[in-house]
């Protein structure tokens, strides 16, 4: 069983930051492909950036230049840097593990395992 703890998640107005972490306690941790997905009120899980276990990261689009993610293999910790935050990042945010070193793609349904998510909330 692996579990996934995320923190960090808040209330912030727009043009904040905030940093949002993943812990787990799988001993392989670093073997594997994590993600981070937003699920917003009304709309469907969507993939905010997928990271390799080599640190290989791919970005959506909408948070290209303004988030930034990295992992702490030594830590078993994904971390999630937010910078310029707009009322449209505003969703639960979600980490996730896939059971591949590389990524699956942006398909929620393609990773295995998640946490129970941390709400990040955008005021204008």
């Known amino acids: 069983q692996v579990h996934l703890v995320e923190s960090g998640g808040d209330s912030v107005q727009a043009g904040g930051s905030l940093r949002l972490s993943c812990a787990t306690i799988?001993?392989?941790?670093?073997?594997?492909?994590m993600a981070w997905f937003r699920q917003a009120p009304g709309r469907e899980r969507e993939s905010v950036v997928t990271i390799t276990s080599a640190s290989m990261t791919t970005y959506a689009d909408s948070v290209k230049g303004r988030f930034t993610a990295s992992r702490d293999n030594s830590q078993s910790t994904l971390y999630l840097q937010m910078n310029s935050l707009k009322p449209e990042d505003t969703a639960m945010y979600y980490c996730a593990m896939a059971g591949t070193s590389f990524c699956p793609g942006v398909d929620p349904n393609t990773y295995a395992y998640w946490g129970q998510g941390t709400q990040v909330t955008v005021s204008s």
């Open positions: 799988r001993n392989m941790y670093g073997r594997y492909c």
